[in-house]
């Protein structure tokens, strides 16, 4: 993860400590996607921070930060000097873009698999690397929000876009930073972080009578800075069930005192969607709602030892209905699912900078809790569901506690990190080796003249979902006896960056062990979850931008160019014959190409294009809502948006599918062909 924030010249910050003279003279970084931004050194963060209204055109300036914080260990780092493949979408970035949710942004990511079953961020698989939509693992402004239920509603955020100030993408495992379940990578969603009173209104028409609205407002009282954001959308939908509605509303605060800083977090979300073959391909009027509350509070010392107490409660419901409303149910199925998961968690890390480094430690804590009438064991006395006539008759509960201890050593242009997490599982408690340990280590060096070099060794492990254990209907059947998935991940590569051209490339392997998956023998059997024994993941992303205006001037209408690349190849070395519904369908080719120009004085362009092309087979319905299965077939998508930029407001009118392609993205999803949407944003300081 990258971020920035205010360093001080005080005696705890981590420059400071160091007890050396720290100069940074250019720090460039490079965003391994279609979506890039070129930082390097001398504006204030004061000036920074209003160059993110809207109009302003600092994307293609550069910019120049004296202090850049890099989290992709547990120690800051400068960004120079780490080690790892890490992503940056900024706030303007997001405005500027011809998308509508943080889901569809992530589409144009290098390395990263957006598979949406709904659009607009209603629903959709988030995958890193290859890895599984259960392997990933998302947080909120640093907070752990993935859902024990089952990685399907990872992405259900309490937030809209507009909310954001920028998404961190960390490509390849993360358990001995961020704990299990970081398995192929991580996505850090960061909200607004202005200071200054301002206020925020985006409205949006368009198509099959879609709508959208948000507001959102920073406003400070002393040392109290607080951030609201609430947000309405919905759809008639662009074919048969495929209707939708949501809403959230969200708060932030941070008050700074001499002690320390105290953030605190509120968001509440709400889903409600026709979902036409979302989950098997034989039931076209499947229907979901569900909702999700998160808090959290976080406090981070200001001492010569850094501590950071966090807790946090996550609560989530979920309807799901394989027949909508009971129409035309079979005589079997006789009621919805419900399903209510709460996640409480604490953790305590600290910091400390010394000659020799920099040591972080810590200790967390995860309790992971569900009440269901389809996943988990029989209860003893029924629960009621909360506003449904149903009752809840199974449970089941887990905690998990993670110890880590990592060191961070600079040596002239060398950056050496290593450490190890431990973690136990009270699902494995009867296991004597109930400590589990995976190391890993990161190693940099920069050349000087902008090239550096990096290699990485790390392992990671992902516990099963409650659905991956206990989840039984006629086309699928879990396993509560499944093992947790472990893997070991070796990566190199290199990067170079100047003030015009950015670039990089590499390449990783891929060993995991345990992999859960969902897998058949035939089309006539239902899928059944398992641990493949072994399963080798091999890749190259490579990545390239050019800012025309650096080397030519304003007066090129072109401001930015961008290509990236990614390969993967998966491969299972016990069972090839069965059928894989997940673990061996990762996008095999992902080509990304982005252009943002310059029209006519302030009306612009912004252009994204990519071909996937995917490891894996589709269904389609036959008679009789029959699945038949056919092969994936490759696709080009073009999205874009022309727009009209003033400092306080934009206006735009975009399309996303250009050329209205037909295309799967999975299984049997139908996804939407041209979808023309219009919009006003509208940014005023108060």
């Known amino acids: 993860m990258v971020y920035f924030k205010h360093w001080s010249r005080k005696g705890y910050a981590v420059f400071q400590s160091l007890g050396k003279q720290i100069k940074i003279c250019a720090l460039l970084i490079g965003i391994l996607g279609s979506f890039s931004q070129r930082l390097a050194a001398q504006t204030t963060p004061e000036q920074l921070e209003n160059k993110t209204k809207v109009g302003d055109e600092y994307a293609e300036e550069e910019i120049q930060l004296n202090e850049v914080v890099v989290q992709t260990q547990r120690v800051a780092t400068v960004y120079s000097e780490q080690a790892r493949v890490v992503q940056v979408i900024t706030k303007a970035q997001l405005q500027q873009a011809p998308v509508q949710s943080i889901q569809d942004l992530l589409e144009f990511v290098a390395g990263v698999d957006v598979q ?16 599984s939509f259960d392997q990933a693992l998302v947080l909120l402004n640093g907070v752990n929000i993935n859902n024990p239920q089952t990685g399907h509603l990872n992405l259900n955020l309490p937030i809209d876009m507009e909310a954001v100030e920028s998404i961190e993408v960390l490509q390849g495992p993360g358990s001995r930073i961020f704990g299990p379940n970081a398995f192929s990578g991580a996505i850090n ?26 507001v959102s407002g920073t406003f400070n009282t002393g040392k109290l800075t607080n951030f609201v954001s609430t947000s309405v959308s919905g759809s008639d939908g662009f074919a048969h069930n495929t209707d939708f509605n949501q809403k959230s509303i969200y708060y932030r605060g941070n008050l700074t005192t001499n002690a320390g800083d105290l953030d605190v977090q509120l968001g509440y979300g709400d889903k409600a969607f026709g979902a036409s073959t979302f989950y098997s391909a034989n039931y076209p009027d499947q229907f979901e709602e569900n909702s999700s509350l998160y808090t959290s509070v976080k406090f981070t010392s200001n001492t010569a030892i850094k501590f950071t107490p966090l807790i946090y409660w996550n609560r989530s ?27 409480y968690g604490a953790n305590l890390s600290a910091e400390y900078a010394s000659s020799i480094g920099v040591t972080a430690f810590g200790v ?10 389809n996943l988990g064991f029989d209860m003893d006395e029924e629960k009621e569901v909360p506003g449904e006539d149903a009752y809840f008759n199974k449970s089941v509960s887990r905690n998990n506690i993670s110890a880590y201890l990592e060191h961070n050593i600079y040596i002239n242009q060398f950056t050496i990190s290593a450490g190890m997490m431990a973690n136990w599982s009270s699902k494995y408690e009867a296991d004597p080796h109930t400590f589990n340990w995976f190391p890993g280590v990161d190693l940099s060096y920069k050349f000087g003249n902008g090239l550096s070099i990096f290699s990485s060794f790390n392992t990671a492990m992902r516990l099963p979902t409650f659905t991956d254990m206990f989840y039984s209907s006629p086309t699928d059947l879990g396993d ?7 893997s070991y991940t070796f990566e190199g590569g290199l990067k170079f960056g100047n003030s015009a051209l950015n670039a990089s490339l590499s390449a990783f392997r891929r060993n995991g062990r345990n992999i859960i998956d969902w897998v058949r023998a035939s089309d006539d059997e239902p899928f059944q979850v398992q641990n493949i024994e072994s399963l080798e993941t091999v890749g ?10 650096v080397t030519f001037g304003k007066s090129m209408p072109i401001r930015k160019i961008s290509l990236s690349y990614s390969y993967l190849d998966a491969r299972q070395n016990d069972n090839p014959a069965e059928i894989s519904k997940y673990a061996l369908s990762n996008l095999k080719h992902k080509l990304s190409m982005g252009i943002d120009h310059n029209i006519y004085k302030n009306i612009y362009a912004n252009w994204q294009i990519r071909y996937q092309d995917r490891a894996y087979s589709t269904w389609e319905l036959g008679d009789g809502n029959v699945s038949t299965e056919n092969p994936f077939e490759p696709f080009w998508l073009v999205d874009a948006r022309i727009y009209y930029q003033k400092k306080a407001y934009m206006v735009y009118v975009e399309a996303s599918n250009l050329f209205d392609r037909d295309y799967i993205d999975f299984v049997a999803v139908e996804q939407p062909g041209r979808w023309v949407k219009a919009g006003v944003r509208i940014n005023l300081d108060l």
């Open 116 to 131: 949406q079953r709904g659009p607009m961020g209603i629903q959709a698989d988030i995958r890193i690397r290859g890895g």
């Open 189 to 214: 969603i960061i909200t607004n972080t202005s200071k200054k009173d301002n206020l925020s209104v985006h409205v949006m028409a368009g198509q099959y009578g879609t709508a959208k609205s948000s």
């Open 317 to 343: 419901q979920d309807r799901f209905e394989l027949f909508r409303d009971f129409k035309n149910a079979a005589d079997w199925y006789t009621d919805h699912n419900y399903h209510m998961t709460d996640v």
């Open 364 to 373: 967390d804590f995860r309790s992971e809790n569900i009440l269901s009438n």
């Open 480 to 486: 509560p006896d499944l093992e947790a998935e472990e």
């Open 540 to 549: 190259v992303d490579a990545f390239v931008q050019y800012l025309p205006q």
